[in-house]
């Protein structure tokens, strides 16, 4: 157990990772290391709660998911300037062959509870979580350099904060 306020932010240091390789100039350096302090003020200093091995878990875990950010973000450049959407086509088809055995049972059950309210959301899901941001992701990996893109990521949480805010959530 890895308070998700500790789990998230370290998710972030995989775009922070791209951005610090791959910038190119004093500002885009300064840029991830504001992000970088981002990251670390968002996660706390102290890893507390749950047992040591549960937090253990967790911190794997969340850097893992840092890799396969950084990995989105480097792959996705390359599959960017390849000049066509057929890589990301393939891309999703073998990301939801992968993860269908994971997601499979409980959506048959959601489908079996309420077939149509479920199909119309897992029809919603998959265009607008799924297929419409992975290509406006791979048009802005081909319109702006991956360490630009991963300032623009780690913004994520402050995005988050002030809708939060606006809407009254926070």
């Known amino acids: 157990n890895l308070a998700m306020g500790i789990a998230v932010p370290i998710q972030f240091l995989g775009p922070v990772a791209v951005g610090a390789i791959t910038?190119?100039?004093?500002?885009?350096?300064?840029?991830?290391?504001?992000?970088?302090?981002?990251?670390?003020?968002?996660?706390?200093?102290?890893?507390?709660?749950?047992?040591?091995?549960?937090?253990?878990?967790?911190?794997?875990?969340?850097?893992?998911?840092?890799?396969?950010?950084?990995?989105?973000?480097?792959?996705?450049n390359k599959m960017a300037h390849s000049g066509s959407l057929d890589s990301l086509s393939l891309a999703i088809t073998f990301a939801a062959v992968v993860m269908a055995p994971f997601v499979a049972p409980s959506a048959i059950q959601q489908v079996t509870i309420d077939p149509g309210n479920s199909v119309w959301r897992i029809v919603q899901f998959t265009i607008l979580?799924?297929?419409?941001?992975?290509?406006?992701?791979?048009?802005?990996?081909?319109?702006?350099?991956?360490?630009?893109?991963?300032?623009?990521?780690?913004?994520?949480?402050?995005?988050s904060l002030i809708i939060g805010l606006f809407f009254g959530q926070i």
């Not at 979580?129 to 913004?155: C, E, R, Y």
């Open 129 to 159: 979580a799924s297929v419409i941001a992975a290509v406006l992701d791979q048009i802005m990996l081909k319109t702006i350099d991956p360490n630009v893109f991963s300032v623009l990521l780690a913004l994520y949480p402050v995005i």
């Open 23 to 76: 910038g190119k100039n004093w500002k885009q350096r300064v840029a991830i290391l504001v992000a970088a302090v981002g990251v670390a003020l968002l996660a706390g200093l102290s890893l507390s709660g749950g047992s040591s091995d549960t937090v253990v878990i967790g911190l794997i875990a969340s850097f893992v998911a840092a890799l396969a950010w950084a990995g989105y973000i480097v792959f996705g």
